[in-house]
């Protein structure tokens, strides 16, 4: 229950207007014991880090320097030493002080997209501080087997991620030209307790500068695929090979109400979920409903991606449309529905439009009966 809270939140702060240097310079001092250990300035990309600058530790100090387009987050890491220090970097000058006994309180200062980060770690390190106590008493109570106060303290728990969330949408609103907001909303996108109309809203306060950013084109895609896949959208025609090859198209098969379908041989919710879609098609198929079923298929795990896909469809006795890019999530259909998780469900009536998602089992049923009978 308890989850662990990302570092990702900030106070509302006021920046001055300055002219960019071409590039940016870190000075870093150090406690005792780390001279001659390399220090290096990384970027994550996916699974893989990118090393921007490298250097060793002379005399207590290091300098780490280079340029960006943009701000975004970097990490500093240092040799034998297991934590990484955040940064986000833009073209200025910084100051470091690091102390590799507490690398976890280490904060990068001299801009102002760092003062506002480091001003959001010291919210975030009470709010986890509450949230171990919490952790640690709802242990205690299960413990000794006391009920009320292990529902006193879900009741604290949830109290205190709902102030966490308001206190994120207050200071994203506020703070339009903040690099950390923008990886705030990051985070929030699959946060269902906060509508879509409120993201939106908030994304589309930021400034250009934010909006241009690595971290803000990737949210402003995905306000943009979420936006075509709310309910009362029309979903845009998208085609895919089917099993045998062949271009299967979506306004080539829909019916009276179409099910779009994400799913995979290798997702074990979607192959439970498959049953019921078989008695949901068997159903209504001849009152006018149609499935199209869209394989991510194509992990890097699977041996044969088709074949386990084929295998599926025959062994769950999908008699429905498949198609697939067997591209795993990066498949762009799966991209244009910005599909995060599977199963995902959209219901579309004849013209297309989506009028329920992310519907299963006897709610997905229940559905399609009010529509067909």
């Given amino acids: 229950m308890f989850k662990k809270i990302a570092l990702l939140g900030l106070v509302a702060l006021a920046f001055s207007c300055a002219k960019e240097k071409d590039g940016f310079t870190i000075n870093a001092s150090f406690n005792d014991g780390v001279n001659g250990k390399a220090i290096k300035l990384l970027k994550a990309e996916g699974q893989k880090q990118i090393v921007i ?61 760092n003062d506002a980060f480091n001003s959001y770690q010291e919210y975030m390190i009470e709010l986890q501080k509450k949230n171990q106590e919490l952790s640690l008493q709802f242990r205690t109570a299960q413990q000794t087997k006391d009920s009320l106060l292990a529902v006193d303290i879900q009741n604290k728990y949830k109290a205190m991620v709902d102030e966490n969330q308001t206190h994120d949408i207050e200071f994203m609103k506020a703070n339009k030209d903040a690099l950390v907001s923008i990886l705030v909303l990051e985070r929030h996108l699959g946060n269902k307790n906060i509508s879509f109309e409120t993201k939106k809203e908030i994304y589309d306060n930021f400034t250009p500068r934010i909006k241009d950013t690595r971290v803000g084109k990737t ?57 019921n879609l078989v008695k949901v098609y068997n159903q209504y198929h001849d009152k006018g409903l149609e499935i199209l079923g869209v394989s991510l298929d194509g992990t890097p795990k699977q041996k044969d991606a088709k074949a386990e896909w084929i295998a599926a469809i025959e062994k769950d006795g999908l008699a429905w449309h498949q198609v697939s890019n067997l591209d795993y999530f990066n498949d762009p259909i799966a991209k244009q529905f910005n599909i995060r998780a599977i199963p995902a469900t959209y219901v579309l009536d004849a013209d297309g439009k989506i009028i329920a998602s992310g519907l299963r089992g006897q709610a997905l049923e229940q559905k399609i009966a009010e529509l067909l009978n």
């Fill in 219 to 275: 949210v402003g895609d995905a306000i943009k695929a979420e936006s075509a896949t709310a309910i009362g959208s029309v979903v845009e025609n998208f085609s895919a090979p089917n099993p045998e090859g062949k271009t299967i198209a979506l306004n080539d098969i829909k019916g009276k109400v179409t099910i779009i379908d994400f799913w995979a041989a290798w997702c074990g919710p979607c192959r439970r979920e498959n049953p």
């Fill in 53 to 113: 600058d490298s250097t060793v530790i002379t005399d207590g100090k290091a300098l780490l320097e280079g340029a960006v387009t943009a701000p975004d987050l970097y990490f500093i890491q240092i040799e034998a030493v297991r934590s990484n220090i955040p940064v986000i970097l833009e073209n200025t000058d910084m100051t470091v002080a690091i102390n590799t006994d507490s690398i976890f309180n280490t904060r990068v200062q001299g801009s102002k997209e």
